[in-house]
C-alpha cells in the first residue's frame, strides 16, 4: 500500500462510511507519552479516537467504560503501562483484575466485548500505539454504531 | 347505575375489543421476572383476573418509576425549556384490586393539593378502572381496619365480582356507564347477585379476623406522643424502602436532571422513599431524621396522622403489601395493634391536640 | 433451642454483650431479626429453617440504631459468617468487638411465608452447595453441624442456559428483567457488604450511575453492583430475597463469583485474613484479553 493510499483510508470522508467514535482512557506514563510520540514520529492513524488522560490504570474505573458508551461511543480503549512497568509500581495489577471481571461482566450481560480494547502501550511503542488505535476503529467499524446502548434511553417502557 | 354480567371468555374479548379501540389494557398478568404485576395485557391471553395481590400496586400506571417532566436546550446565551408532554394513552385496567384503585382516589387529594399535579390527573382522566371485587385475601390485609373492604368502590369506575361462570358487573361512575354502554354486545343481564354478595362478605370477614383496629383512631395518639419510646421501631429496618416500593399509597418521588453531555438534557422524576437517610440530608450535613427510628415514625405518622389531619383520609388501603415485602420481617398490622393498645390505656389528653398546618402554597402552576 | 436462649441469657447477664442479634417469631408463620438486650429477651430466640435473614447485615457501620444497643452477640449460620469475616477483613467490624455464636443449619426455606417444611423443592438455592460446617470464625458452637443433602445449585442451571444464548439473546434477556427495576435501592440496603456511607450511585457530581430508573441508569446501577461486589459477594442472596420487583439478581452475584473463582482462585471465605481478589494480585494473573 502506497503512503498516500494508506493516508486516505485513515481519512474519515472516505466513502460515506460508518465513522465510530472511540474513546480512550490511557495512562499518563505510559501510554499517553507512547501516543505522544506516536505524534511526534508522524505515525499515521485514524482520527476515531477522542483521548482521556489519567494517572495511571488503576484510577481507570469500569464505570468510565459505562459512562462512553451513555454518552454515545461506539467503542472504548483502555491502556497503560506493562505490567513492571507502573510508575506506581502496582495500579496496573490491580487494573488487570478489574478489566478481566469488567469483560467477563460485559460478555455476560450480553455487550460484544469486541467494543472494548484492553492493551499495554509503553512510552516508546508509538507504532504499537497506532496500531492499536486503527484495529480497534476497524473492529468497531465493522461491528456497526452501538445502537443498543444508544437506545436503551428510549426503549424504557 | 346498571348492572350486567359477563363471561370470563367475553371479558378477553372485550379486552382486544379495547385494545382494538385504541385503548391500553391494564391486567394483572406475570412480569418479566414471572410475578404477578400490574402491565399491559399481552393480547388475547387473558385467563382468570383473580388471585392474590399483584407484587406491586397499580400506581405506576399513574407516576411511573422514572418521568420525564421537561427537557433544556443549552443555547448560546439562554437555556431553553422544553416540558414533556405527560404520556396519557387511554386506558383501561381491567382486574385492579379495589384497595389498589382506593388508594388512587386517597392520592388524587395531595395531588391536587399546594399544585396540581397535571400528568397524574392526565393519566387518571384518561383510565377507566374495573375493579374485582378481591378474592386473594391472606393474613396480611387489614383493609376493614381503613374503612375499606374487599369489594371497596372508591376509586373504581367499574366493579367484577367473581360468579360461576363469569363475573357479575357493577357501573359505578359515568366512565364506567360508557365502557358499559360502548361494549355492550359484551354484556347480558345481571345475574349471580346473591352468591357475589355471599362471597364478598366472606371475603371481608376473612380480613376482619386479621385485625380488629380501626386504623383511623389511632390518629390523635399519634400526634400527641411523638416522643414515645413506641417509636424505638427502628433496629430490624434495613431502611430500604421495599415497603414505599410496592406501597398503592407512597407517592414521594425525586427530581433530578439528568445532562446529554454540554447540549442539554432532562430533568425527571423518580420513586423516592422517606426510609433512606438521604431523603432529608441536609447540605450541610445535618439531618433531621438521623435514625432509623425517627424514619420509621415519619412512615407511620405520615400515612395516619399527617396525611388525615390535612386530607381527612388516611394514607393507607390496608393491603398489607408493606408487610408481605419487608426482608426484615416488620409488620404494619403488629404496629397498628401495639398502637392501639397504647391508645386504649392512655388518658385522653385534655388539651386538643395542635399539629402544625402549613397554608397552601399560592400563586401555584394551576 | 434452649443452649441457643441459656448461652444468650448468659451473655446478657453476665454483660459480656449488650444485645443478641437473633431471631424470634414473627408475625404469621415467619420468623425475624430479634435484638435480645435482655435476659428475659433472650427467651424469644429461636432458630430453624425459617430463619432466611443474613444477620451479618445489622452488624454493618450503617446501622446506627443497631450500633446504639451495645456490643452485640450476632447468630450466624455458616453462610453468613462469611459476611461477617467480609466486615472484618475490611475494617467495618473489629472482630474483638462481636461475639460470634454459630448455629448448625440444615438448609433455610426459600419462601418461610409458604408454610412449607424444608425439601429439596423447597430449599433456598444458597444452601445446595454449603457443607454446613460451624464457621471457625465462632465462639460458641450451638448444635451438632450437619451438612444439607440437596442437590446443585439451580442459578447454575439458568446461568448455563443464559451462557448457551448469543450475546445479543444475553442482551434482550437483561433488559428485560431490568425493566422490571424501579431502582428503590432495596438489593444495596439489604446487602451486608454495602456499607458505604455514601453509594457511588447517590453522588451527583459526578453522576456515574444516573439514579432514573430507565434502562441505561438501570444497566449502569447493575454492571457496577456487580463490580463492586466481586470478590466481596458472599451469595447469601438478600439482594434477590428483599428485591420488590423478583429480579433474578442471583444470577449476576453467582456469574461474577465464578468468575474471580476460575480466574483468581478465591471463593467466599469465612476467615478474614484471606485477603479479597480485588485487593491483592498476582505477577502471572492471566491477560490473555490485553493486546
Known amino acids: ?157 | 347505575m346498571r348492572k350486567a354480567f359477563i363471561t370470563q371468555e367475553n371479558l378477553s374479548v372485550l379486552s382486544g375489543d379495547l385494545e382494538r379501540a385504541g385503548r391500553k389494557v391494564v391486567v394483572p398478568r406475570p412480569s418479566a421476572t414471572g410475578r404477578m404485576e400490574y402491565g399491559a395485557a399481552q393480547s388475547g391471553s387473558l385467563t382468570h383476573l383473580g388471585g392474590a395481590l399483584p407484587a406491586r400496586s397499580l400506581k405506576a400506571t399513574f407516576l411511573p418509576p422514572t418521568e420525564a417532566l421537561l427537557r433544556w436546550k443549552n443555547a448560546k446565551d439562554d437555556v431553553v425549556l422544553e416540558p414533556s408532554e405527560p404520556k396519557a394513552l387511554p386506558t383501561v385496567v381491567l382486574g385492579a384490586r379495589p384497595c389498589d384503585a382506593a388508594a388512587l382516589a386517597i392520592l388524587d387529594k395531595v395531588m391536587d393539593w399546594d399544585y396540581h399535579d397535571d400528568p397524574w390527573f392526565a393519566r387518571r382522566k384518561a383510565t377507566t378502572i374495573v375493579s374485582l371485587a378481591c378474592d386473594g385475601v391472606d393474613s396480611s390485609c387489614f383493609c376493614t381496619s381503613v374503612g375499606l373492604s374487599p369489594d371497596t368502590t372508591k376509586g373504581s369506575d367499574v366493579l367484577l365480582t367473581a360468579v360461576d361462570g363469569g363475573y357479575l358487573v357493577e357501573a359505578l361512575s359515568e366512565k364506567g356507564e360508557a365502557l358499559l354502554e360502548e361494549n355492550k354486545t359484551r354484556f347480558t343481564a345481571a345475574r349471580g347477585e346473591a352468591q357475589a354478595a355471599e362471597r364478598r362478605k366472606a371475603a371481608t370477614d376473612k380480613v376482619r379476623k386479621n385485625l380488629a383496629v380501626d386504623a383511623r383512631t389511632v390518629k390523635d395518639w399519634l400526634g400527641g406522643n411523638f416522643e414515645h419510646p413506641f417509636f424505638k421501631l427502628g433496629s430490624r429496618c434495613h431502611a430500604c424502602g421495599a415497603c414505599a416500593a410496592v406501597c398503592p399509597t407512597c407517592h414521594c418521588f425525586d427530581i433530578v436532571d439528568e445532562p446529554e453531555g454540554l447540549e442539554g438534557g432532562t430533568r425527571r422524576r423518580n420513586w423516592d422513599t422517606c426510609q433512606t437517610s438521604k431523603f432529608t440530608l441536609h447540605g450541610s450535613g445535618h439531618n433531621p431524621r438521623n435514625d432509623q427510628h425517627a424514619r420509621l415514625r415519619q412512615r407511620v405518622m405520615h400515612k395516619f396522622h399527617i396525611y388525615s389531619e390535612r386530607f381527612g383520609e388516611t394514607l393507607c388501603t390496608g393491603c398489607g403489601r408493606c408487610a408481605r415485602a419487608c426482608p426484615g420481617g416488620m409488620d404494619l398490622l403488629e404496629a397498628l395493634r401495639e398502637i392501639d393498645k397504647l391508645r386504649r390505656s392512655s388518658r385522653p389528653s385534655a388539651a386538643p391536640i395542635v399539629t402544625p398546618t402549613n397554608p397552601p402554597i399560592s400563586g401555584g402552576a394551576r | 433451642m434452649n443452649e441457643l436462649r441459656q448461652l444468650a441469657r448468659k451473655l446478657l447477664a453476665d454483660k459480656t454483650v449488650g444485645v443478641v442479634i437473633g431471631y424470634e417469631e414473627g408475625q404469621g408463620a415467619v420468623t425475624r431479626p430479634s435484638f435480645a438486650t435482655s435476659p428475659e429477651q433472650a427467651e424469644k430466640l429461636v432458630f430453624d429453617a425459617r430463619c432466611v435473614q443474613n444477620l451479618a447485615s445489622y452488624l454493618s457501620p450503617r446501622r446506627s440504631t443497631v450500633r446504639s444497643l451495645g456490643k452485640p452477640a450476632v447468630v450466624v449460620k455458616a453462610c453468613d459468617a462469611k459476611a461477617l469475616a467480609g466486615l472484618i477483613r475490611e475494617a467495618q467490624v473489629k472482630r474483638e468487638d462481636v461475639v460470634v455464636i454459630s448455629v448448625a443449619c440444615g438448609g433455610v426455606l426459600a419462601d418461610p411465608r409458604s408454610g412449607k417444611a424444608l425439601s429439596e423443592a423447597m430449599v433456598a438455592d444458597r444452601c445446595r452447595d454449603c457443607d454446613g460446617a460451624h464457621t471457625s470464625l465462632a465462639d460458641h458452637k450451638v448444635g451438632q453441624a450437619k451438612a444439607p443433602a440437596f442437590g446443585s445449585p439451580k442459578v447454575d442451571a439458568r446461568l448455563a442456559e443464559l451462557q448457551a444464548m448469543t450475546a445479543p439473546q444475553r442482551f434482550a434477556f437483561f433488559k428485560s428483567v431490568f425493566s422490571e427495576c424501579t431502582r428503590c435501592n432495596v438489593c444495596r440496603e439489604v446487602c451486608p457488604m454495602c456499607f458505604c456511607a455514601r453509594c457511588m450511585a447517590d453522588k451527583s457530581e459526578p453522576q456515574w450511575i444516573e439514579s432514573s430508573p430507565h434502562l441505561r441508569g438501570n444497566f449502569a446501577w447493575h454492571m457496577l453492583r456487580a463490580m463492586h461486589l466481586a470478590g466481596r459477594c458472599v451469595g447469601c442472596n438478600e439482594c434477590e430475597r428483599a428485591c420488590p420487583a423478583g429480579i433474578p439478581l442471583s444470577l449476576i452475584t453467582r456469574k461474577m463469583q465464578k468468575v474471580v473463582s476460575e480466574r483468581f482462585g478465591y471463593s467466599p471465605s469465612d476467615d478474614p485474613n484471606v485477603p479479597a481478589p480485588t485487593g491483592a494480585f498476582r505477577l502471572d494473573d492471566a491477560q490473555e484479553f490485553i493486546r
Open chain 1, 1 to 157: 500500500m502506497s503512503t498516500a493510499t494508506a493516508i486516505e483510508n485513515k481519512s474519515p470522508a472516505s466513502a460515506g462510511r460508518f465513522e465510530p467514535r472511540i474513546a480512550a482512557f490511557v495512562c499518563n506514563w505510559c501510554t499517553y507519552t507512547g501516543a505522544d510520540l506516536a505524534g511526534t514520529s508522524r505515525v499515521q492513524m485514524m482520527p476515531n479516537v477522542r483521548m482521556v488522560r489519567l494517572p495511571c490504570t488503576g484510577r481507570i474505573d469500569t464505570a468510565f467504560i459505562i459512562k462512553a458508551f451513555e454518552r454515545g461511543a461506539d467503542g472504548v480503549i483502555v491502556s497503560g503501562c506493562h505490567p513492571g512497568d507502573c510508575h506506581y509500581s502496582e495500579g496496573n495489577y490491580h487494573a488487570r483484575r478489574r478489566f478481566a471481571m469488567f469483560k467477563e461482566l460485559m460478555n455476560f450481560m450480553g455487550i460484544d466485548e469486541r467494543r472494548v480494547t484492553f492493551s499495554w502501550v509503553s512510552a516508546s511503542e508509538g507504532r504499537k500505539w497506532g496500531d492499536v488505535v486503527d484495529e480497534t476503529i476497524e473492529r468497531v467499524r465493522a461491528l456497526g454504531p452501538f445502537d443498543d446502548y444508544k437506545t436503551l434511553l428510549e426503549e424504557t417502557p
